[in-house]
């Protein structure tokens, strides 16, 4: 079972707090070992080899397999990663892998499954609390642009949260969202769009024109204010989502939902989205990748004056 | 393993819009509104993108494009397996293996192939109007061998495509074993819709009635579209280009294609052209490869 705390909002101090430099990720040429960023209690493991099976587990998806508490993902050329319990992954890289894709993949889809496991919300989203402290989770699939309309609010003294993928949970009166990344993961255009030179940032991985921008970010949990769905239109739009609809609009936007199923967990997935609905707004809003970023940022901060 | 997948295949500006756009209004029955911006399925573009960060286990955007490439034939029998049945599916690309051996679009679980032709001077010049680039450099893109629809600098919200030339394209999916191809030129399609749509619905082993294909070809008539997407934009138009729906009618290079470029169209795809019945002057005739229009 998850272990429930009792958060520390962030306060006057997260500002100084931030601009420490915090143990938040794995250095590529190190082995992978110790707890995951944002989730305290789990562990890495670099391992020799794991099996090319789960033992009592189905095929659900390309190169995944899975049981109740248990799954096991390949990428080919990269690495094969079985996640355990809420608490454990094991990855086995494939030699001469690019250590720095290992990575990438295990704090992207290892970690979610693993979030999963514990019967919290991994929701697809960039996580960012604003300076009245109110954090906002910007949902939406890859290539919409929520990573580059979060380097922009960063840029505005926004603090980051988490990219990519919010670790959420519930503490028994409010909604969780875990710190988990100090940078965000921008193509070069986007660089570009927020005024970064790529050049002089750290590379994603071999071969691709996508690089870490360091952010200020936050340094403890933050309450989750509301969840907002981005969706591509040549048109502005703001729809509030009714409170009723909410855990619907929360399932939707669930990192892989499909693996719930599979991993015996849809009584958590479908109590956790209901009870992060109880305090968590949720907003449609239409006009991504069509409008300036500044305007897309404009919209955002409108959300949780 | 279901053969559920019906692709709409061809070099990018053949046509493949259009006949998707028949093929979805037909499969989804009597009944329902056609709209540009209201079509299912497809798993093109940005829609592809989605389709497989749903199923692959890492997210399409981390991964190099050979390393996407390496699990789209899964991603496919996964589609193939999915109820709603069948599954339009739009295509560009040339028919390849991917680095494992396996076809990308895996024979197993297509249930046909609708691949469509359009005279290159045609395709070059509404090309050029959809990258955004002059006539001259579209000619180059339709005769490079290697050329792959994608960004480096920028993640693209559709996936990227292996196109190869024209020329390449064209005999990759009519020579390629183990899919039933059925081709057609958009040339044929424009002259005679609903006798063309009736053989590719046959051929893609739907069933229909006449006055449904009658019904569907009123409503997709190229003028239709392109008053749809003036009115409400049409959300596959890419952002190099002022207007997806451009000029339906062939010939419509005529003014925009000079002796040259149509020359250099010409040296490189003479063989397909021919093959086809497409000739130098812009025109289509009767070709061997293509069966009588009943």
Known sequence: MPRRICPQLPDRRANAIARIPMQRDFPPAQPFEGPLPGIPGSMVREVDALPEHLEGGELIAPCTEARANALLFEVPGIARYLIRDGKSIDVALTPAADRAAVRLFLLGSARGALIHQRGELPLSAATLVAPNWKAIAICCPSAMGKSTVAAALCRRGWLLVADDITRVSWNGSMAIAWPSSDRLKLWRDACEMVGENADALERVREGMEKYFLPTRAAATPAALHVAVRLRVATYFDSVEIAPAERAQLLAECTFRRHWVDALGRRADHARITTSIARTCRGVLLSGAREHPIEELADRLAELVR | ?294
Not at chain 2, 34 to 42: K, L, R, T
Not at chain 2, 118 to 130: G, N, T
Request: glycine share 8%; hydrophobic share 40%; net charge negative.
């Open chain 2, 1 to 294: 393993m279901a053969r559920t997948l019906i692709l709409v295949a061809g070099y990018p500006k053949s046509g493949t819009t259009w006949v998707r756009i028949v093929f979805e209004a037909l499969r989804r029955g009597p009944g329902q509104g056609i709209s540009i911006n209201q079509m299912e399925g497809g798993y093109y573009g940005g829609r592809r993108r989605l389709l497989f960060d749903e199923v692959a286990p890492v997210n399409s955007a981390d991964l190099l494009p050979e390393e996407v490439d390496g699990f789209l034939p899964e991603v496919f029998r996964a589609l193939s397996e999915r109820g709603g049945a069948p599954h339009i599916v739009k295509a560009h690309d040339c028919a390849f293996r991917t680095r494992s051996g396996e076809w990308l679009y895996p024979p197993d679980c297509v249930q046909a192939v609708i691949y469509l032709t359009r005279h290159p001077f045609d395709v070059a010049v509404s090309y050029a109007h959809h990258l955004g680039l002059s006539v001259g450099e579209a000619v180059r893109h339709m005769g490079a061998e290697e050329t792959v629809a994608h960004s480096d600098r920028r993640l693209r919200l559709p996936l990227h495509e292996r196109l190869g030339s024209w020329s390449g394209n064209v005999s990759s999916w009519l020579d390629v074993p183990g899919y039933d191809v059925a081709l057609a030129r958009y040339e044929d399609i424009f002259e005679n819709p609903a006798t063309s749509f009736a053989r590719l619905i046959r051929a893609a082993g739907l069933s229909t009635s006449e006055a449904e294909i009658a019904r569907v070809c009123e409503a997709t008539q190229f003028e239709r579209l392109r008053s749809e997407e003036e009115r409400a934009g049409f959300f596959e138009r890419p952002r190099t280009s002022p207007n997806f729906f451009r000029a339906g009618r062939p010939r419509s290079w005529t003014g925009a294609l000079d002796d040259e470029l149509r020359a250099e169209l010409v040296h490189d795809h003479d063989a397909v052209m021919t093959r086809l019945g497409y000739d130098a002057e812009g025109g289509a005739n009767a070709a061997p490869d293509l069966p009588a229009i009943a």
